[in-house]
């Protein structure tokens, strides 16, 4: 949440700053802003509420004059609306101060420091602006440090003092931040998108450090008063520039729709030895799946429902319990688990503030941690036991499309590996569950390929403020992330149900022409599911009904149909996710939203 960016080099900041704020605008586009440093060695501020084109104008009439140095920021509101002078930067004194985060403490510095006559904003980061201007006497490092040791919460701040033109610091704990000393000049940001034009070689800001940036050269400290001992890791970037562009897509949403079959094949076939699911290019071991006697699966959002997915094709092959738990709330929970527990976190960017904590809660009780994770150098990457990256290039989307299909792909790799180092599939039965998870690739392909179809489809829920999908079983648990792809982009009130749970109450939001998405391709629970869409057909619903190609349907049952191709029931996730996400994305085109942008939505949760 929050984009932050700083350059200081011999390019002109303004440039870099607003385009690396727009590579940075799906971490938040409540408000954006700048500070730059002028020939003068004076600090000018330009903020503006909306996105970061609003404040592009704006710089344009009240910005003149050259800048080498500067910092910027995109806003997701925490502390205090959407303001002007809400926005960051925030400046006190000769502070000038950009935030991600949040300060749980600032009512106690307020008072401590007696900033309420002072502050002009009502955000949390302008009391951290004050106070650390309170605490400046001319050495940056240290009234950073002693700011530092006031502060509870999670940050990361990028900071310019007036008395010291062309440097700029950062610090960070908990909320991410990449650097990299460049030809160009120095930079850091939340995020490598913005630095990818400059620089393929960067490193992660380690938590608990004050970077310092000058124009050639990035300089690390620890807390202490010294240079940190070991300067961070190098990292290459494995993405090139072109797979954070729109590429001709009129969104990124529809680019990502239609990268995942190369994103399955990335995730996939590197972990493919002899025909059976490998790990040991990754370093996990197969005792982590043998030595367990349960699985505890963390997630939020679309990754946690990647995870039920998960759950619902390993207990019945594994016979062990396997538990999917909503990360925000396992966090404060006493968990069962224990040095016996297989604890797998899932994240997209790796970076979600309470998938992070459930993690760290996990490593206390000594369970064994596997994180699937696609942002490479991400914290949950970095402080999980084991890592299976996959494969899906940067996502940029706000809504999740491809690192759901590849972090299911990870997962049946994974519940594959672990059925066949337990012993329950043979290697013959392990290589058919791969062969038909590799058959999905075209699966999806074929679906992608209906997508005008499945624009007329959306083109009939357009107008619908509610709408319901059904599904049992496997079923349930792909309509649970097909209603939240829906409302989180088109702001139609969606929700899922187990099919045969509506008529305990539910069934009384049925009425004429309430279009309920029925999910139909579990054949043990097929017929069931029939009666169940027959129920709501007779109250009046409009049906949309998705099946494989094969299934024979009384033609009276459904009011449009989405045929997909005929996978083993256990595979057929791939392709209704790459339809259940094409409804959302031309559901939110038709009603002309923001697809990649939707309202109060951020990319990136890295608040509680
Ligand atoms: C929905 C969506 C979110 C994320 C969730 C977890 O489309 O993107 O629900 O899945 O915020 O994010 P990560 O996977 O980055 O931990």
Redo the contacts with the bound molecule.
């Keep these: 949440m929050c984009g932050i960016i700083g350059y200081t080099g011999p390019l002109e900041a303004p440039k870099i700053l607003l385009e690396g704020l727009s590579a940075l605008e799906y971490r938040g586009y409540d408000s954006a802003g700048i500070a730059l440093c002028m020939e003068d060695s004076k600090i000018c501020l330009a903020k503006k509420t909306g996105k970061v084109k609003n404040l592009e104008e704006y710089c344009k009439k009240m910005i003149s004059g050259s800048a080498h140095s500067g910092i910027g920021h995109t806003r997701w509101a925490t502390h205090g609306g959407v303001t002007d002078v809400n926005a960051h930067p925030h400046r006190a004194g000769k502070v000038v101060l950009i935030h991600n985060g949040i300060i749980e403490n600032y009512h106690a510095l307020t008072d401590r420091f007696h900033l309420q006559d002072r502050l002009i904003s009502q955000t949390d980061s302008e009391v951290a602006a004050q106070t650390l201007n309170e605490l400046y006497t001319g050495d940056p490092l240290e009234a950073i440090r002693s700011l530092i040791g006031l502060l509870e919460g999670s940050y990361s701040f990028c900071i310019m003092f007036e008395d010291q033109p062309g440097v700029i610091y950062a610090i960070r704990n908990i909320s991410p931040l990449v650097a990299a000393s460049t030809p160009s000049g120095s930079m850091l940001a939340s995020d490598l998108t913005a630095l990818i034009p400059y620089t393929r070689q960067y490193f992660v800001v380690p938590e608990q450090h004050i970077v310092k940036l000058t124009p050639y050269k990035v300089h690390v400290y620890n807390l202490d008063d010294t240079f940190s001992k070991d300067y961070p890791e190098i990292m290459t970037v494995n993405w090139n520039m072109d797979a954070a562009m729109k590429n001709g897509f009129p969104h990124f949403m529809l680019k990502e729709i239609h990268e995942q079959p190369e994103a399955m094949r990335n995730t996939i076939l590197p972990r493919v030895s002899k025909g059976l699911p490998c790990f040991s290019d990754d370093g996990i071991p197969d005792h982590i799946f043998e030595n367990c006697d349960q699985v505890q699966i963390i997630?939020?959002?679309?990754?946690?429902y990647a995870g039920m997915v998960a759950r619902a094709i390993m207990q019945p092959v594994l016979r062990i319990p396997i538990t999917v738990s909503i990360a925000s709330e396992f966090r404060y929970e006493e968990p069962l688990i224990d040095e016996k527990s297989l604890v797998i976190i899932?994240?997209?960017?790796?970076?979600?503030i309470d998938?992070l904590a459930a993690l760290r809660l996990a490593q206390k009780c000594g369970s064994t941690t596997l994180a699937v994770v696609?942002v490479k150098g991400s914290t949950i990457a970095r402080e999980s036991d084991y890592v299976l990256y996959t494969h899906a290039g940067p996502e940029i989307a706000?809504?999740?499309t491809k690192?759901?299909s590849v972090q299911l792909a990870a997962l049946y790799m994974v519940s594959c590996r672990m059925a066949l180092v337990r012993k329950k599939y043979t290697k013959e039965q392990a290589a058919n569950f791969l062969g038909e998870l590799l058959d999905v690739i075209p699966a999806m392909e074929n679906v992608i390929a209906q997508k005008e179809h499945i624009r007329d489809v959306a083109s009939h829920i357009i107008q619908s403020p509610d709408v319901f999908f059904i599904g049992r079983g496997l079923d349930y648990a792909f309509s649970l992330e097909g209603a939240?792809?829906l409302k989180?982009i088109s702001y139609i009130h969606s929700e899922a149900y187990a099919a045969g749970e509506l008529k305990h109450g539910t069934i009384a939001l049925i009425s004429d022409q309430v279009p309920v998405i029925a999910i139909a391709t579990q054949q043990h629970v097929y017929s069931k599911t029939i009666s169940n869409i027959r129920e709501v057909k007779a109250r009046g619903a409009y049906i949309i009904l998705l099946v494989k190609e094969n299934a024979v349907v009384d033609e009276n049952l459904a009011d449009l149909q989405i045929r997909i191709p005929d996978v083993a029931d256990h595979f057929t996730v791939f392709p209704i996710a790459a339809a259940l996400q094409l409804i959302a994305y031309y559901t939110s085109l038709g009603k002309h939203l923001d697809v990649d942008q939707p309202r109060n939505l951020a990319?990136?949760?890295t608040v509680e």
């Excluded at 997630?299 to 946690?304: D, K």
């Excluded at 899932?346 to 979600?352: A, L, N, V």
């Design positions: 997630a939020c959002g679309t990754a946690m899932i994240s997209q960017s790796g970076e979600t998938t696609n706000v809504a999740s690192a759901y939240l792809k989180e990319k990136s949760v």
